[in-house]
C-alpha cells in the first residue's frame, strides 16, 4: 500500500511559520488526494487541508484560510503543509493522509496515515 512520513513540526512562538513535509512510498500510483489532518488535545481529529494529486485542486478549512498553504510534489510524492501566522490554538498533532484507490478483489478507497508530527505554538 502507502507508508506516509511527516516532518517539519516543531515548536514556535504565535505569529511565526512551520512547513510541514510529507513523503509518500509504495504504491503512489494509486494515490489521488494528499492532506492533513490534525488533533488537538480533547479534541478529535479535523481535516486542515487536501489537494488533488493531478488535478491540484485544493480544500483548507475555514480556520487555516489565508494562513496555511498546501502544495505538492508529484515526482517527489510529497506534499507539503506551509503554515504562516501561527496561533495557539494551532497547537495539535498533524496527521498526513493520502487516499487511494483498489480495485481487487472489488473496488473501494483506502485511507493512509502518517505517524504525526507535533506543532505546538506558544503564546
Known amino acids: 500500500q502507502v507508508q506516509l512520513v511527516e516532518s517539519g513540526g516543531g515548536l514556535v512562538h504565535a505569529g511565526g511559520s512551520l512547513r510541514l513535509s510529507c513523503a509518500a512510498s509504495?504504491?503512489?500510483?494509486?494515490?489521488?488526494?494528499m492532506g492533513w489532518f490534525r488533533q488537538a488535545p480533547g479534541k478529535d481529529r479535523e481535516s486542515v487541508s487536501a489537494i488533488g494529486w493531478s488535478g491540484g485542486i485544493t480544500y483548507y478549512a475555514d480556520s487555516v484560510k489565508g494562513r496555511f498553504a498546501i502544495s505538492r510534489d508529484n515526482a517527489k510524492n510529497t506534499v507539503y503543509l506551509q503554515m504562516n501566522s501561527l496561533k495557539p490554538e494551532d497547537t495539535a498533532v498533524y496527521y498526513c493522509?493520502?487516499?487511494?484507490?483498489?480495485?481487487?478483489?472489488?473496488?473501494?478507497?483506502?485511507?493512509?496515515w502518517g505517524q504525526g508530527t507535533l506543532v505546538t505554538v506558544s503564546s
Open positions: 509504495g504504491r503512489t500510483s494509486s494515490i489521488y488526494v
Open positions: 493522509n493520502a487516499q487511494t484507490i483498489a480495485t481487487t478483489p472489488v473496488w473501494r478507497y483506502l485511507q493512509h
